[in-house]
């Protein structure tokens, strides 16, 4: 996946166990909708394609809206946040504990993988 519109058209048709991968590179300002629902045995990933190399900047946003998706190796840096929101979960999204790793940016400019 090289865009967050190309992320959007894939979701309809993702199945419990199915991966997504973001190409390397910056995405600047994408705002990602990953919207999908698995099942505790099988979980949805979507993951960079070399960790730490997809880094997201400027008013890049990640949000969740589903259950047991797992998201690896994305990089935000530099980023601004929306409403200072990098990673936004629904109200409802449900993920075993440890399958979502994530640290927010500590202040602004500092990257921080999602490893």
Known sequence: MRTPAEIAFALPFLLPGDTLTMADGVWQDADIRFRASANVIDSILLR?????????????RLRL???????KGLY???GSGIEDEYVWFSPGYHSPPGNFPCRSPPSPGSGQPLE
């Open 65 to 71: 809206y589903g259950s047991y998706l797992i998201v």
């Open 76 to 78: 935000f840096k530099n």
């Open 48 to 60: 960079a394609e070399t960790s730490g190399q997809v880094i997201l900047t400027g008013n890049s």
